[in-house]
């Protein structure tokens, strides 16, 4: 017989959108016909799993990113590709081919940050098109948007973008409470909930990965262009690696040619920087979150070059 708390348990549970296992249908006679017993919450292997690559520079990182995806896709069961896109285009920011040309490499969401208006067509479409994201703690009036909410196997996942406010080029809103306002607008069922920051000191994109411990699946840093190895999941389930790294050329300074970033720290007059070619190099992790708790269970860093 279903007792009434337990009852009351399923009700809760079907009403949040949770999966039930182990479910046993009570016999059709006497009290609690046609019930269901639970004996268990969500299917054990449940998971979602995202693939998350760190700044794609330029026609080398393209390639990278092309030549990746399928073969970690298959290798690792990946359900979902984010990357980040803010320099795709010769380094900055993103064009209409390159974004055709990021998606069909298999990329489900961008994100970006300081060099997404780089390039002026981006404003024909960065409205209209929910899978790219710039920085949500600009003004209300800038165009795109911030996050986007998108789904894989009818599972909802979120992704949100935000940039850092010390050394950053925009005066950015404060990151913690536009992540916040988002979290506190998402349904419920919603509890897969990637946070990209793009930020430059490893101290901001801690804090913000601290504070909201818990409260989204995964924080990834991205801007620096320089992979940290310090991914971990913090306490109360949140995976979290300060910088994912480079997707772009390997023998550049953080993308650019060496030789024009040494002249201009050397002279200090203005270099046109160009981006660099050659061999590739690649850095992303792969975040395996829970699909009933929303929170992470493990992380696979991922750098390797030509
Ligand atoms: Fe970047
Ligand atoms: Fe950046």
């Not at 009700?11 to 268990?40: F, S």
């Not at 098109?129 to 909802?156: D, E, K, Q, W």
């Not at 909930?193 to 909201?212: G, M, N, Q, R």
């Not at 007059?269 to 979150?289: H, K, L, S």
Request: hydrophobic residues 40%.
């Amino acid at each position: 017989m279903l007792e009434p708390k337990e009852c009351e348990r399923v009700c809760i549970c079907l009403k949040r959108g949770i999966r039930l296992i182990h479910v046993k249908i009570l016999p059709e006679k006497g009290e609690g016909n046609g019930a269901i017993l639970c004996l268990g919450w969500g299917f054990p292997d449940e998971q979602m799993k995202l693939l998350v690559v760190g700044d794609v520079v330029g026609k080398v990182g393209r390639r990278m990113l092309k030549s990746a995806i399928p073969v970690i896709r298959t290798e690792n069961d990946v359900d979902m590709v984010v990357a980040n896109g803010e320099n795709a285009a010769g380094g900055n920011g993103l064009t209409h081919e390159v974004l055709d040309e990021l998606l069909s490499s298999g990329v489900d969401v961008l994100t970006s940050g300081n060099h997404i208006f780089d390039k002026k067509e981006v404003f024909e479409f960065l409205d209209d098109i929910p899978a790219v994201l710039r920085p949500l703690n600009l003004p209300r009036s800038t165009p795109g948007h911030g996050y986007v909410v998108t789904s894989r196997h009818g599972v909802p996942v979120a992704v949100i973008n935000v940039a850092g406010r010390a050394f950053m080029p925009f005066s950015y809103d404060d990151p913690f409470l536009a992540v916040d306002g988002v979290l506190n607008s998402l349904a419920p069922e919603v509890r897969i909930v990637l946070v990209d920051i793009h930020a430059e000191t490893t101290s901001e994109k801690s804090a913000l990965a601290w504070y909201f411990d818990g409260k989204v699946s995964a924080v990834v840093g991205t801007h620096t262009h320089v992979q940290t190895a310090d991914e971990r999941i913090l306490p109360h389930g949140t995976g979290f690696i300060t910088d994912l790294g480079m997707t772009g050329p390997r023998d550049s300074v953080i993308g650019v040619k060496t030789e024009l970033v040494i002249r201009k720290l050397r002279t200090q007059m203005p270099v046109r920087f160009e981006t660099a070619g050659g061999p590739g190099q690649f850095g992303g992790i792969i975040v395996d979150i829970d699909e009933i708790t929303g929170l992470c269970r493990g992380l696979s860093r991922i750098f390797y070059t030509e």
